[in-house]
């Protein structure tokens, strides 16, 4: 079995890939001796002279005999030619593989070539382009944290594969697997189309005599979109050849893209020209989020941030946190379905509030921004939603998953709603149960999880739903649903719970009545678009309530925080504790209370926590009870096993950590007894939860040593510039990527 390094390695083709990963193999010490192969003289030997290769060889067959790997990077229309070429000096023992932009018809060639497809032949495909060529344009590090995809056959012998993958690996490239044909597909649209595209548009405008004058004056936009027009013409002439039937589909999609454009230029249609264009805007900011390797959605589950919060610091000055996550979804989704323009001050530019932002997107709504937290919605009415290309994936946000069940189940298309790995063990059962009895058809997997695939077309009838857990996400859902339904819908509650959805639909104009623990709608009625200022969310807060509560010193002011009575727990429960907690200045801002709190340092003492409390401070436990392992005494909660099936594991998850942390906490199956005393140090698993991550944060203001945190990347779920807030008012919080 071959094993790094290897002996001999023939790079066949040296410009810009062929070069750079010869470079790489000498840089990384990962064979004996590079041959370098080619069809032209004078680039073997400016190959040489630059040092890409140990020596050359101009004929193939003789070049390849014993050697350990071929890597073939020449134009993909001549693969056929040189596999025959080299066929014999290959004894079986060799490893073949190739670095084309086009993967079935290197898999054709080779067929061709060997009658069958050879198990040591390992196709593939750095993604790793310029619009340089040749061996002078070559890198060491151009395969550095760039993709190679390799696309192995059944055939394929796997030792063959995991040796090229490790060739790849050691030149510090990701390399991933997929088949022949998604390959494909995918380059066809993401690379293929964009280089036709660019090659297209300059010889369009450069062909007109008069037009070459209008090159002088072509800035940024110009230079942006057609560098890849000086690609080499060769190699895309071949690739366009090699993957025609997926480059024509994708031609056809851009040019009913195309012409839908213009049609709305023609017509002067802005709500059409808005709307390709938030889309667009929308998509290439997560693509330039992407590259930066910054937070967003579904590519951060997989990176792991970590925290190191370093003993002590301070917690003093002003500061206002962003705005209330609950609120910010649900203003996009009546904002959606209103008649008229909605504009939204204060959203909160998370990752799960983003995610209902561009589900409304997916489902057809214009929507600008958001833009330093302003959105402007233009409502489509009730019945405007339009049915989604896809899935729509709702990272980790039950709240957009639990709401949004309600409202599609009552569209007249088809949806599927997926997740991240967190939201795709929580719960939906509860949410499809009272959909199923108004008639709606919504399905999850066999443990009441996600996907919740939802089949539209069914007419609704409105229910009296008597809520087995207090939990406002269900209660939103069916009043959501209820807005559809024949009839009047009603929801009682076991516990008050957050009331911001019948707060904003009396703001949207719709009738919503609430006798007790009773809250009734009648379905058929309208949404009228109108203004909404988010106020910062108090659940956000509470990290640096507690935070203040807990560092002796500590004098902070929260500003504009929402305290809407059913939101306000933390406040009544760290003020049970002894907490010193000021509210000022309170006002009301579009049907919200909202004031500015200050916190200053008391000390704290253990207590009971009232049940009553539990459902007003539900999100807010993973921060109370780093303040119950602060203070003097034992605090006891009950009556919260809805904690367990948050994010995380709330109590568990919890426990694990404060016990690291040497605090005694014994969970019971619903609540947790914590008893307070010092903290060491440790490092705590937050289980990609961002409130167990925040709360572990803020306790190394009061441990002893600095406090680890794995897994921190959904902090941005919730909370994007927390880190940023924390030292701004005098916590010490490093981030790292692990592996970095
Ligand atoms: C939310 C309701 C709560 C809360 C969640 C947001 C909402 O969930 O934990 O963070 O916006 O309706 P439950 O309704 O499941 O208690």
């Known amino acids: 079995m071959k094993t790094l390094p290897l002996g001999s390695v023939v790079v066949v083709g040296l410009g810009l890939i062929g070069g750079s990963f010869a470079l790489g193999l000498k840089a990384h010490r990962l064979c004996r001796e590079v041959v370098g192969c080619g069809r032209s003289e004078a680039t073997l030997q400016r190959a040489l002279e630059l040092g890409l290769v140990d020596r050359i060889e101009t004929d193939l067959a003789k070049a390849v005999k014993g050697a350990d790997l071929v890597m073939l990077a020449a134009p993909i229309g001549s693969t056929e030619t040189l596999l025959k070429a080299m066929a014999p000096g290959l004894d079986g023992e060799t490893i073949v593989t190739d670095a084309g932009s086009v993967k079935g018809n290197v898999v054709t060639a080779a067929k061709a070539a060997f009658n069958e497809m050879p198990s040591w032949f390992v196709p593939g495909h750095p993604i790793a382009g310029a619009e340089k060529s040749g061996p002078d344009a070559a890198k060491v590090d151009l395969f550095r944290k760039h993709k190679v995809i390799l696309t192995p056959l059944e055939s394929t012998d796997p030792r063959a594969v995991s040796l090229v993958q490790q060739l790849w690996q050691a030149m510090g490239a990701e390399v991933l697997h997929m088949g022949v044909e998604q390959h494909d597909s995918v380059l066809a649209a993401t690379s293929h189309l964009p280089h036709l595209l660019a090659f297209s548009l300059v010889d369009s405008l450069a062909k007109e005599n008069e037009n070459q004058e209008i090159f002088r004056y072509a800035a940024g936009g110009f230079r942006d979109f057609t560098r890849i ?4 013409p060769t190699m895309w002439h071949d690739i366009f050849i090699a993957n025609k039937d997926a480059i024509l589909g994708v031609i056809g999609q851009f040019n009913r893209g195309l012409e839908q454009f213009r049609q709305a230029v023609e017509r002067q249609d802005s ?6 264009m938030t889309r667009a805007k929308a998509a290439r900011d997560h693509f330039t989020q992407l590259l930066a390797k910054r937070a967003y959605t579904n590519t951060m589950s997989d990176k792991n941030i970590i925290f190191t919060a370093h003993a002590g610091g301070e917690v003093k000055g002003r500061i206002r946190v962003p705005g209330d996550k609950s609120i910010s979804h649900r203003s996009i989704m009546l904002g959606s379905l209103a008649e008229g323009v909605t504009e939204v001050t204060g959203f909160l530019e998370g990752e799960d ?50 709401l949004l069940s309600g409202l599609l189940s009552a569209q007249s298309f088809d949806c599927v709603l997926t997740g991240d790995e967190s939201l ?13 009895e108004m008639g709606a058809v919504v399905e999850t997997e066999e443990k009441g999880t996600p996907p919740v695939r939802i089949k539209g077309g069914q007419k609704l009838k409105g229910i009296h739903y008597d809520m087995p857990m207090a939990s406002a996400q269900v209660k939103s859902c069916v009043l959501l649903a209820g807005l559809y339904a024949e009839g009047e819908t009603s929801v009682t509650e076991p516990a008050p719970t957050r009331d911001h959805t019948e707060r904003m639909l009396r703001g949207f104009g719709y009738p919503v009545t609430v006798e007790g623990n009773k809250i009734t709608l009648k379905g058929g009625g309208k949404l009228t678009a109108t203004k909404i200022d988010v106020p910062a969310d108090i659940s956000s807060a509470a990290f640096f309530m507690v935070a203040a509560s807990i560092t002796p010193g500590a004098d902070l002011t929260l500003e504009h925080v929402g305290i809407n009575p059913t939101r306000i727990g933390v406040i009544n429960i760290l003020r049970a504790m002894g907490g010193k907690l000021d509210v000022l200045n309170e006002r009301e801002v579009g049907g919200e209370p909202v004031a500015d709190i200050r916190i200053q340092y008391a000390p704290l003492k253990g207590i009971e926590i009232p049940e009553d409390q539990v459902p007003l401070a539900i999100d807010e436990f993973p921060s109370l009870f780093i303040a119950a392992a602060c203070a003097q005494g034992t605090t006891i909660l009950r009556g919260a096993e809805e904690l367990r099936v948050k994010e995380s594991d709330r109590i568990q998850v919890m426990a694990d950590g404060l016990k690291i942390l040497g605090v005694k906490a014994d969970p019971t199956p619903d609540g947790i007894i914590i008893e307070g005393g010092p903290m060491g140090s440790g490092t705590i698993e937050s289980h990609g939860d961002h409130r167990i991550a925040m709360s572990f944060a803020v306790a190394a203001l009061r441990s002893q040593g600095d406090i680890v945190i794995r897994n921190c990347a959904n902090v941005a779920t919730s909370f994007p510039n927390f880190v940023e807030l924390s030292r701004k008012v005098g916590m010490k919080l490093d981030v790292a990527e692990a592996g970095e």
């Open 271 to 276: 709500q059409a020209m808005l709307g390709i």
């Open 353 to 402: 509030s983003l995610a209902t932002l561009q589900t409304f997107r997916d489902l057809g709504v214009t929507i600008e921004g958001p833009n330093h937290g302003h959105v402007k919605i233009y409502g489509v009415g009730m019945h405007g939603l339009l049915p989604p290309h896809g899935t729509l994936y709702l990272g980790n946000s039950g709240t957009s998953m639990r």
């Open 424 to 436: 795709s063990k929580r719960p939906m059962g509860r949410v499809a149960k009272p959909l199923r």
């Open 229 to 232: 027009a000086s690609s080499d």
